[in-house]
């Protein structure tokens, strides 16, 4: 990560050279707030960082027309960000950002239209484009960014009843979720190939991946959980949730995760500063997950801002640009 270069010139030159660095961006704000315009940054280093250890900080990004995420599910795909728009009760389409040139506009419209938007699951972690499921049935969807149209992928056949508790794909050749139903969950998986969909029993169950003192993400191809300021991953052999060695208790419980293309992003706050800690995941042959810190830091001071009280979280992702 570095200082973000924000004219489209050099983003062009840079894309043409193949000379692309991971960003991270998020927003943050209050999502009870009656102000329409979030607050955006993107987590960088400051050129002179003597004061912090790492160096690393969230700069504002200004926006001339910010919009506000309806939900925190936001996918990536270059230095694009997609997401939900604000208070619709219908999504027809996706907001996007073009984080080189700071513009905002909307895809095309999707082949089916959505309602229940919590139910909406958005990945991005796949060259193929942006997978869309859920909003009424799943109905998974994939929008392909050069030629800016939607096509509808193979119903996975799931019962409307069924929960789906994750999407992500631990093999680039696939798209992945998992759905509980009926007591039991099964890991679906859609080779992009051959367009054809596999399942499995899977031994993950939504008390794993969901909780008021839990925060859940699929990382690479590790399930990781912080329970209140531990943190574990699901050992896929003995289908438990398992300590991740190497690593101490955080010292706040984490408000927010990330994934930074294969480490792990952790934010939380103590009084007014906001924190982050990058982790690197290394699985071992011992079918155990060791932890190490590559840097933490305090990355915001709040007292300044207009999210002192009430800050949230309301998406991020991760880019390259």
């Not at 998020?26 to 607050?39: A, F, Q, T």
């Not at 504002?60 to 604000?86: C, E, N, Q």
């Not at 509980?180 to 367009?195: A, F, P, R």
Request: hydrophobic share 40%; with cysteine.
């Amino acid at each position: 990560m570095a200082a973000a270069i924000s004219d489209p010139y050099l983003f062009q030159v840079r894309s043409e050279t193949n000379l692309t660095e991971a960003r991270v961006y998020v927003c943050l704000g209050n999502s009870v707030s009656d102000d329409p315009n979030p607050m955006w940054y993107e987590l960088g280093k400051k050129p002179d960082s003597e004061t912090l250890s790492s160096g690393y900080w969230l700069f504002r990004v200004p926006m001339p027309d910010a919009s506000f995420p309806a939900t925190k599910a936001m996918a990536s795909h270059g230095a694009t960000i997609f997401m939900i728009g604000s208070n619709e009760d219908e999504v027809l389409n996706l907001r996007r950002l073009n984080c080189a040139t700071k513009a905002w506009d909307d895809t095309a419209f999707l082949n089916l239209h959505r309602r229940f938007i919590d139910g909406i699951r958005l990945y991005g972690g796949l060259q193929d484009g942006i997978f869309l499921l859920g909003g009424q049935g799943l109905y998974p969807e994939v929008y392909h960014p050069q030629t800016q149209t939607w096509s509808l992928l193979p119903d996975p056949e799931v019962r409307s009843e069924a929960t789906v508790i994750a999407v992500g794909s631990t093999d680039q050749q696939r798209l992945e979720f998992w759905a509980y139903d009926v007591g039991i969950c099964l890991k679906y998986s859609l080779n992009l190939t051959s367009q054809a969909w596999e399942t499995e029993i899977s031994g993950l169950r939504p008390s794993m991946w969901e909780g008021n003192y839990c925060k859940t993400l699929l990382v690479g191809d590790i399930i990781v959980r912080f329970y209140g300021k531990r943190l574990t991953f699901y050992n896929e052999v003995t289908e438990t949730m398992m300590n991740v060695e190497g690593l101490s208790t955080f010292p706040k419980k984490p408000i927010f995760l990330l994934d930074f293309f294969g480490t792990l992003l952790v934010f939380w706050r103590t009084g007014d500063e906001l924190w982050c800690c990058d982790v690197k995941l290394e699985k071992r042959q011992n079918n155990t997950l060791v932890g190490s810190e590559i840097w933490r830091d305090v990355v915001l001071r709040l007292k300044n801002t207009k999210t002192r009280g009430d800050l949230e979280f309301l998406g991020g992702a991760c880019i390259k640009l």
